[in-house]
């Protein structure tokens, strides 16, 4: 019986009386969130605003405390962090899981504070409580120079940035490195063989010619898209070998010059990108060139090798001397060269994965043919007893 009596009491005060107190109930609202929330809270961000500028002017060699540098483009990210923090929109992460990775990146600059007694609190490694945005060492700026989240890292890697390989976006899926990797099975497989060989004498360049070719049927090849890295192809091999004695009497009026080259093709059937850069067609040659001097007791030599796929060769010059019949010395130089390539990581690699970093690293480097002992540049000395 109130409530009606009340309405009614309400409802006989004139209209412009009730919206003059409805508009004045809203001002007095606002004004007591300006009181009682807005106020306090600026009072406060000043507050910090000035702490940090005071902890910036006394240790002016630490780093900015927030910094929202978008990883795509690197450029600073324009935005009134203040004002989003009292409207609720300030939104750093993109899900709870980004924040909760981030919280746990940064216990782990925490806990690589070192203590006086161990004597290490200049070491990079070292979290300092004093300083704890400080520039070129561990600090909440810089976490990857702290040693405890070294040692998290050393204990997970990266695997390809492939849907196949788990991966989600443009980076890689990271695990343990006790799961990953993979089992190696060593198989002799019979394969099926087709070839001929011939070689014969051309008359008009008075040289001899030797000519191979084979076919290898279903050979296991490296596919960094196969989960078991393996995949099967047709090898065709093609070799051709060609020398000839020459006198070159300006250099040995006496002995002749024997000239041997050799050409070696393969083309791989079935190739694809994913196998490496060097195919499908791949080639090679050697030259060798050899004399005598003092009736064959002077032998020089030189022998040179490349490859023209992976750019590496190599340039063996030697020359042997035989004393008597049953001493000789020889000596002889090689000189290798080459380059590192990189492929596709492979999506199931044999393995343990690793840390990577950079342009390349979703990559793996190899070194083909004498590519990997380019810097093995070596002089060898041999002495010969023959009885």
């Known amino acids: ?83 989003e923090f009292l409207a609720g929109t300030a939104q750093i992460f993109k899900n709870e899981l980004a924040a909760v990775s981030w919280n746990f990146a940064m216990g782990l600059v925490v806990i690589s504070a070192c203590t006086t007694e161990d004597g290490r ?59 990953s990797g993979s089992e190696v099975v060593m198989t002799y497989d019979r394969h099926n063989v087709l070839g001929f060989s011939m070689d014969f004498p051309e008359d008009r360049t008075k040289s001899n010619w030797g000519v191979e070719f084979a076919w290898f049927d279903s050979v296991p090849f490296y596919d960094a898209n196969e989960f078991d890295s393996l995949r099967n192809v047709d090898l065709l091999n093609f070799a051709i070998s060609i020398d000839r004695p020459t006198f070159i009497n300006f250099l040995n009026p006496n002995r002749t010059f024997f000239l041997n080259t050799q050409w070696f093709f393969q083309y791989v059937n079935g190739y694809r990108s994913s196998m490496g850069p060097n195919g499908p067609f791949r080639a090679m040659f050697t030259t060798t060139i050899t004399t005598g001097y003092y009736q064959d ?26 004393f008597t019949e049953s001493f000789s010395a020889a000596v002889g130089v090689g000189v290798f060269f080459g380059r590192t390539q990189l492929s596709e990581m492979a999506i199931n690699p044999f393995r343990p ?18 590519s990997g002992i380019r810097r093995r540049d070596e002089i060898w000395l041999r002495l010969r007893w023959t009885f």
């Open 1 to 83: 019986m109130a409530a009606p009596a009340i309405l009614d009491k309400l409802q006989k005060i004139p209209t412009k009386t009730r919206t003059v107190a409805f508009i004045g109930l809203i001002i007095a609202m606002v004004v007591l969130f300006i009181w009682q929330v807005h106020i306090p809270k600026t009072a406060e961000i000043r507050k910090l605003e000035g702490e940090i500028a005071q902890q910036q002017a006394m240790n002016p060699e630490d780093g900015p405390r927030c910094n929202f540098v978008p990883s795509a483009s690197g450029a600073a990210i324009s935005r009134n962090y203040d004002e």
């Open 121 to 179: 609190t200049s070491d990079p490694e070292c979290f300092d409580a004093a300083h704890p945005w400080v520039l070129n060492k561990c600090s909440f700026n810089q976490p990857q120079y702290c040693k405890k989240v070294k040692e998290f890292f050393d204990t997970t890697g990266v695997l390809r940035n492939a849907p196949r390989a788990g991966a989600k976006g443009p980076f890689g899926r990271r695990t343990f490195v006790w799961q």
């Open 297 to 322: 007791r002077l032998n020089p030599s030189l022998v040179t090798i490349y490859d023209f796929n992976s750019r590496s060769g190599g340039v063996l010059p030697s020359i042997q001397y035989r």
């Open 353 to 370: 994965a690793t840390n990577r970093a950079g342009k390349d690293a979703y990559k793996d480097s190899f070194d083909q043919f004498l």
